[in-house]
């Protein structure tokens, strides 16, 4: 008797856990994919628009942006202090191409590539840039996705001294 209530008990957990599973290894909505890719069209937007004011409103408080060589760009105030200073020297000219892009409750990760032109204000060439990036998604409390952290890395190599 003992076999079988052990049995029928392994059974119901398995069971259990596999609807677990099921649960957490499905939550690639459709709809939070398309507020997703919505919210990188309008941040990005507010980027090759040089709008301050759009970009800061769809920036968290806690959003860390960890660019190649210099320290993280921590909080809101941080970035946009430095997305001003970039607004204020180019005109930029931002494309992203997402390659992946995975929800997992109110959490989201995605990865992909970007190519950037900036071109100076003032007299000088434009200067393109072309690398990857990884950022990190959350639900915020209204619903909607927010990024909280981007990280990016250049394809070229590093400038000579």
């Known amino acids: 008797m003992t076999g079988r209530w052990f049995t029928v008990l392994i059974t119901v957990l398995a069971a259990a856990l596999t609807g677990c599973a099921v649960t957490r290894s499905h939550p690639d ?94 007299d000088g060439a434009s200067h393109t840039s072309t690398g990857n990036f990884l950022r990190i998604y959350r639900r915020q409390p209204d619903g909607s996705w927010r990024m909280i952290r981007d990280m990016f890395n250049s394809d070229q190599p590093p400038a000579s001294n």
């Open 29 to 122: 909505s459709i709809a939070d994919l398309a507020a997703i890719a919505t919210f990188n069209q309008r941040y990005l937007q507010a980027i090759n628009d040089g709008d301050i004011a759009a970009l800061s409103a769809l920036t968290t408080e806690d959003h860390i942006m960890l660019a190649p060589n210099r320290p993280p760009l921590i909080g809101k105030d941080a970035n946009d202090n430095a997305n001003l200073r970039a607004f204020e020297q180019f005109d930029i000219d931002e494309t992203w191409t997402p390659e992946e892009t995975v929800v997992a409750g109110d959490w989201a990760w995605q990865r992909g590539t970007y190519k950037v032109i900036a071109t100076p204000k003032s």
